[in-house]
T-cell receptor, first 112, second 113 residues
Framework: DQQVKQNSPSLSVQEGRISILNCDYTNSMFDYFLWYKKYPAEGPTFLISISSIKDKNEDGRFTVFLNKSAKHLSLHIVPSQPGDSAVYFCAVPTSGTYKYIFGTGTRLKVLA | NAGVTQTPKFQVLKTGQSMTLQCAQDMNHEYMSWYRQDPGMGLRLIHYSVGAGITDQGEVPNGYNVSRSTTEDFPLRLLSAAPSQTSVYFC????????????FGPGTRLTVT
């Protein structure tokens, strides 16, 4: 059973608009969440993270929101740019271990 | 810094062959991991290491072996390749558990026929 889910395999957004990528998790003990971005033929790169003691973390055009009661996090990209077109993964390091769980990814396409 | 390097970039194996995927990092990171990425499945953890001489299993360890004799290197061995091991393999490293952020290599695309 998947503990980290990204239910939208793909998303298309017009350049300049907001992109919202979602991630749901099942274990309320998870206390840290990360987003990675992946271009074709490259390894994932770290984008932004959030600790469970916060409900929002912002870095330039990227903001991650955490709703602990709903076990849901979202990544907002404003404004979206064509260079943001990539696959985005949410990831969770399971408590007390170094065992990461990744979501299945959402492919974002930003249309010029 | 070269970061995390992986060799080879591409490999084709026949069923039953063995091979080693190489991974090295020059950032003096304690933690290193191997993942495989399959369509629709995200990245799944194969094995990980919390330091030289210490390794542990991840989510999908069967058919793979690892060792960590130095901080820099973390090779992944396929003992007897199977078509189900056709995948893209990524190595990653991290400085410490507290930072959580991982640095990934460029990947190895493996095809087993």
């Amino acid at each position: 059973d998947q503990q980290v889910k990204q239910n939208s395999p793909s998303l298309s957004v017009q350049e300049g608009r907001i992109s919202i990528l979602n991630c749901d998790y099942t274990n309320s003990m998870f206390d840290y969440f990360l987003w990675y971005k992946k271009y074709p033929a490259e390894g994932p790169t770290f984008l932004i993270s959030i600790s469970s003691i916060k409900d929002k973390n912002e870095d330039g055009r990227f903001t991650v929101f955490l709703n602990k009661s709903a076990k849901h996090l979202s990544l907002h990209i404003v404004p979206s740019q064509p260079g943001d077109s990539a696959v985005y993964f949410c990831a969770v390091p399971t408590s007390g271990t170094y065992k990461y769980i990744f979501g299945t990814g959402t492919r974002l396409k930003v249309l010029a | 810094n070269a970061g995390v390097t992986q060799t080879p970039k591409f490999q084709v194996l026949k069923t039953g062959q063995s091979m080693t995927l190489q991974c090295a990092q020059d950032m003096n990171h304690e933690y290193m991991s191997w993942y495989r990425q399959d369509p629709g499945m995200g990245l799944r953890l194969i094995h990980y290491s919390v330091g030289a001489g210490i390794t542990d299993q991840g989510e999908v360890p069967n058919g793979y072996n690892v060792s960590r004799s130095t901080t820099e290197d973390f090779p992944l061995r396929l003992l007897s390749a199977a078509p189900s091991q056709t995948s893209v393999y990524f190595c990653a490293s991290s400085y410490s558990r507290e930072t959580y952020e991982q640095y990934f290599g460029p990947g190895t695309r493996l095809t087993v026929t």
